[in-house]
Nanobody, 126 residues
Framework: QVQLVESGGGSVQAGGSLRLSCAVS????????MAWFRQAPGKEREGVAA????????YYADSVKGRFTISQDNAKNTLYLQMNSLKPDDTAMYYC???????????????????WGQGTQVTVSS
């Protein structure tokens, strides 16, 4: 059974940093994609960043490029999202997701992902 468990969310002031973690079990992502999504109240879920496990290519939403970094530690079965220079607009519930097949990771579409964590809240105050 695949399980994704996020942690690391919290409340920070604008300009601060947080690192989210996603512990993965029951899933082998040696040739697939993993990603981070977020959803703010009243808004649709949006893709933030993705990593293609084969080769390690990464993809980012324009809104977070240069501020967020996605990475994975295969030995620890953990996905990370380092978030720097946080803005109030980054406030959302953040979810990690895993895809069984990685056909278009650059698209950051939630329909391409099969497994989801329960989410971790990130709140950025001005």
């Amino acid at each position: 059974q695949v399980q994704l468990v996020e942690s690391g969310g919290g409340s920070v002031q604008a300009g601060g940093s947080l690192r989210l973690s996603c512990a993965v079990s029951g899933y082998t992502y040696s040739s697939t994609c993993m990603a981070w999504f977020r959803q703010a109240p009243g808004k649709e879920r949006e893709g933030v960043a993705a990593v293609y496990s084969r080769g390690g290519n990464t993809y980012y939403a324009d809104s977070v490029k240069g501020r967020f970094t996605i990475s994975q530690d295969n030995a620890k079965n953990t996905l990370y999202l380092q978030m720097n220079s946080l803005k109030p607009d980054d406030t959302a519930m953040y979810y990690c997701a895993a895809a069984l097949r990685c056909s278009r990771p650059w698209a950051l579409l939630d329909i391409d992902y099969n497994y989801w964590g329960q989410g971790t809240q990130v709140t950025v105050s001005s």
